[in-house]
C-alpha cells in the first residue's frame, strides 16, 4: 500500500513545476542555524540529503531547528523535504525579516514546534499547462489538494488557513503572519503539531500560557521556560528514538536519488 507521502508525489506530478531559477540555499547560518533559504527547485531534496550526510555537525543542526525564508517552488521537492522534516522531530522557524510562501509552508508545517514571526502565504493549486478542460483539471488537481490537505491535517494546521489556502487563486498568495493568527485566534493552535504536544503534556502539563489565558491571568515567566525545557526534553527523547530511522531514510534516499 502507498504511503500518504508516495500518493501525494504522484498525484502532483502534472502540477505547477517552479519556475527555472537558482537552487534552494541549505547552510548552517548565524548561530549555527540550519537554514534553507531561496527558491525550491528539482533536486534539493538531493542537496538536502547530501548536507545531512556531509557531517554530524550538520545532522545535529538538523535535528534541533529549521530556519526558512523562500518563496516556495517546486511542489514534489518540497513535499519530499517536508516528510524528512516530519520524522526528524525539529523545530520550525520563519524569523521576523523572513517569508515563507507557497510550497515552503509545508516545510513550515511539518515541525513539531513551530514559530511564524514573519510571513507565510498560501494559495491552491494548479496545472502546469494550460488545460481547458474542467473535468481532466479536475481529475489531476482534485487528488492532489486532497493530499496536501490530508498532510496538513495530519500536522495539525487549522481549517481556517487550509481554507484561505483553497479559496486564493494560484496566481495570488493570501499572507497570514502573527497579527492574522491573533484576530482569527490561531496563535496557540499552529504552534505544535497536536500528536507531540499531547504526548508532551503528559509529562510536563499544560501550557502555562494557554492556562493564563483561560484564567485570564498573567504568565509565570519561570514556569513557562521550565515548561518549555520540560517539552524539548520530550522532543528530544523521540528523537533518539527515531535517529536510526531518520539516518536510513538520507542513506536509502541518496542510493535512490543516484539511481534516477
Known sequence: MKTTIQCLLIAIACLLPATQVISADIYIGEKGRF??????VRGDYTKLLQFLDKSPSNRKA??????LDSKGGDVVEAMKMASLLDKSYSNTFVLTDAVCLSSCVLLWASGVSRT?????????LTLARDEMSVSKTEKIVGPASQSVESYLVRMGIPRRIIDKMNETSAKDLFIIDLPWLVREDLSNAIHYRPTFIDVAEKKCGPSPVVVSMKNQTPPNRDSFMK?????????EENQVIELPNIFALVQDGL???KGN
Not at 537554514?35 to 525550491?40: K, L, W
Not at 511564524?116 to 491552491?124: D, F, K, S
Not at 515548561?227 to 522532543?235: E, F, G, K, T
Open 227 to 235: 515548561w518549555m525545557l520540560c517539552v524539548d526534553d520530550v522532543r
Open 255 to 257: 542510493r535512490k536519488e
Open 116 to 124: 511564524l514571526q514573519g510571513r507565510l502565504g498560501v494559495h491552491r
Open 35 to 40: 537554514t534553507i533559504s531561496g527558491d525550491i
Open 62 to 67: 538538523f535535528f534541533n531547528s529549521i530556519y
